[in-house]
């Protein structure tokens, strides 16, 4: 996923010769072999773009696979091909590997997936057009030639790398514990985690909100309406359902940074609820007997998250009399707050842009980015996102990238991972 606001699209400091006068002569080495390789890397971009991956496609993920394990094969990186269940109806990640002690031991996190169907790629100019180009496949591209051009200079002996792309970071498998396990378990070998997202200009991305679901079922006894209001038939399903939701609209706005939106509601004598469809049957002299609406949550750090679930529940457990409401969360991605071991690496990031002259990067807004698969690694190693290309159209079929920021960005990258493996 990507910034919840359409990424800007903003132009980079293209190289020049007088600014990489403040690199160390190896770090100049390494922006050189990425300055000569432009091309190649819009070249990877298209063949990864023809490869349409929608996270529910599974033979597509897994082809996507394919042409990053090759690649990453070819620097030293053992690849590995890691199914999720059946159950999960998603495909399984990409993970490759390289053992050392030198430095810190990063963890490079990227995505196989898109939202949207793709297949096709077009250019023009110095933009690129397709699905996946901007969220994230050209964020992948960033990832492995930062590595290749480490790889070409030597500059990876010593160093623990791990790669993980995963298969369905835009819609997560059944269940997440199981589906992000392998991520987890990679952030726990790891000081560093590095993502690969789309970028803002002058933004590195220490904290994000996180993303989860809920549902409520209230129910009540059913009669004619002449008898609503009474001791005996209550106030009915749709009433109090209008109550809580009421509720909520009230309490979750005074969390600042909090989103809480309803996307469906149905009631009446009868509602039959499928994945993304209610069916409700009734009439205008019926007490409803029943009403389902489900919504999500969007929280900036995990402590909000559990202030407003205790918020929702306060509200709910207030029933009127004779009705019955239950509330069911279920939390997908977990929220990220700003920390001091997130803005350790940003100060790293800072320092190597302003070497590049591409300018100061200051921390994100939390408010301003959405869910992604770092804020899994967040509470087990130090984190920083948001170190891929500039684009537009994200999550849309408008999608696009600015193909000049995927060099600028991989060189970039690559003096960061030199820096920090040092
Ligand atoms: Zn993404």
Known sequence: MIAVRVVACFAFVGFSATIHAALAPAERALVEWVEGKQEDMISLLEKAVKVSSPSEDLAGVRAMHEVFAAELKTIGLTPTWVPLPAGSKRAGHLFAERAGSRGKRLLLIGHLDTVLPGGTFTRDGNVGRGSGTNDMKGGDVVLIYALKALHAAGALEGAQIIVAMTGDEESIGDPVEVSRAPL????????????????????????????????????????????????????????????????????????????????????????KQEPFTMTATGKNNIIPASTIAMGDLRAISPEQLAQAEAVMREVVAKTRPRVQATLRVAHRYPPQASEPRHLEVLAVLDGVSRDLGQGPVVANNAAQRGAGDSAFAAPHCAVLDGLGPSGTGAHAERETVDLKSISTQAARAAVLIYRLTR
């Open 184 to 271: 987890i378990a990679a952030a726990k070998r790891s000081d560093i985690a590095l993502a690969f997202e789309g970028g803002r200009a002058g933004e590195g991305t220490v904290a994000r909100r996180g993303a989860s679901s809920w549902w409520l079922e209230v129910t009540g006894p059913t009669g004619h309406s002449s008898g609503i209001f009474s001791a005996a038939m209550g106030s009915g399903a749709i009433y109090e359902a209008a109550r809580i939701l009421e509720g909520f609209h009230t309490e979750l706005r005074k969390l600042p940074g909090l989103t809480a939106n309803v996307g469906m509601l149905a009631g009446g004598a009868t509602v």
